[in-house]
């Protein structure tokens, strides 16, 4: 009997997952994160020009955690065919979770100096309700990131795969599923701050959170969990996992035909999207200093799937441009321009859907290889001319 072949490590597994550039391409962006960033904003003088002022900290900051829910979408969508419309709601209750956190931490250093956060004071709340008991824990407080999220989108994608829905249903469903949170969340009797939210945070583990160091600190996380979950997806996808999970968005009933139960496949990668995108939204609350319902709104949601169509679906690499393309444009655009803001986010999302199915990445790849075929085509005359000579 021939012993059986032995499993490869799954850090072999991991590292096989990217090529020698793009690992190159990960060590360069870590270290600007981590080295140049801390460096520019802490050690530099605000007047010289290499500076980075908290705005662009704050700014690439958010940013980076609106990339980490497009890759999150961009694993269901561009590899899973899943559209979702409701991935605001489970960023929100990432931020939510870490939110009630951020508000324990206020103490008696708040407006109506209670230990009650400020909010229910107003609102004549007298002791705090039983879904907030251990909020004062940080462990508690990702607990609450990681399980509330994945518990919610467990028993809906359960119900909703084992019942077949897919397609536009499932989007609209999802898009429902977010209106009514959010409507939910507006409630002041639900505990969550009505339409206010949570806001006016003070520390994170005992150290100011408006601090320089402390937005350093929180930029840098955001940059290693955006490289984390490029590693886990682009491992996910290159697996056998990723290979069922993509035959099943192109034909779904030949893999069943075959022994395949695309149930757990389906639900695993949306369980896990919305972790990540949870995660995002408990990075994004402390470096923006506010999380209210409005984050669940309907065009957030829709505004996530603009940037994988614009970056480019199935790509891994393309939803993280989308995401910064749109969200600078955003910037400038609410800031010089704001009444167009929503026409260009429109006429963007007609344009990449009718002129760029597979978005900026996909415009590249094209280029690049249409470049390729003309050198080909210049190099090869000379290269046969190249030959008449030497012979």
């Known amino acids: 009997m021939r012993p059986s072949p032995a499993r490869t490590p799954f850090i072999v597994r991991l590292g096989s997952s990217f090529d020698a550039r ?35 900290i704050t700014l690439v900051g958010k940013i980076l955690c609106y990339a980490i829910v497009a890759v999150a979408m961009d694993l269901i969508w561009g590899y899973g065919g899943i559209l979702s419309l409701g991935h605001g709601l489970f960023f929100a209750l990432g931020g939510y979770g870490f939110g009630m956190y951020l508000m324990r931490q206020i103490g008696r250093d708040g407006s109506y100096q209670s230990d009650l956060p400020d909010f229910m004071v107003f609102l004549d709340w007298k002791e705090l309700p039983w879904f907030w008991i251990g909020s004062d824990s940080f462990l508690w ?30 989007s609209i469903i999802t898009q429902a599923l977010t209106y009514a949170a959010m409507l939910l969340f507006f409630r002041n009797e639900t505990g969550f701050g009505g339409n206010n939210g949570f806001t006016d945070f003070k520390r994170i583990l005992g150290y100011p959170i408006t601090a320089p160091e402390t937005r350093v600190v929180l930029f840098a996380l955001s940059a290693l969990a ?18 069922v999970l993509t035959a099943i968005r192109d034909a779904e009933s030949r893999v069943m035909f075959i022994g395949y139960n695309p149930l757990w496949y389906k639900l695993c990668a949306w369980t896990l999207s919305a972790v ?40 891994l690499i393309g939803p993280v441009i989308g995401a910064f393309l749109v969200n600078l444009a955003k910037s400038w655009f609410t800031v010089s321009f704001p009444e167009y803001w929503l026409f260009f986010l429109g006429t963007l999302f007609i344009v990449a859907t009718l002129y760029l199915p597979q978005g900026v990445v996909g415009l590249w790849l094209r280029l690049r290889g249409r470049r390729r075929g003309t050198d080909r085509a210049a190099g090869g005359p000379a290269a046969a001319a190249a030959k008449g000579v030497g012979a």
């Not at 960033?37 to 530099?44: A, D, E, G, S, T």
């Not at 955006?226 to 290979?243: D, E, H, N, P, Q």
């Not at 200093?289 to 480019?312: D, F, L």
Request: hydrophobic share 60%; charged share 10%.
């Open 22 to 56: 793009s690992w190159r391409l990960i060590g360069l962006f870590a270290a600007f994160a981590l080295i140049a960033v801390p460096v520019m904003h802490l050690v530099l003088p605000a007047d010289h020009p290499l500076h980075l002022s908290t705005w662009f």
């Open 226 to 243: 955006l490289i984390g979950t490029l590693l886990l997806a682009r491992y996910l996808v290159r697996s056998k996992f990723g290979r």
């Open 141 to 170: 407080a990702v607990l609450l990131v990681l399980v509330v999220p994945a518990l919610i989108a467990f028993v809906f994608g359960y119900f909703a795969f084992r019942s077949r829905i897919k397609g536009v249903y499932f």
């Open 276 to 315: 990540l995108c949870a995660i995002a939204g408990a990075l994004y609350v402390p470096q923006v200093g506010i999380i209210n319902p409005s984050e669940m709104s309907v065009g957030n949601s829709i505004e996530i799937a603009i940037w994988v169509a614009v970056g480019g679906r199935g790509t």
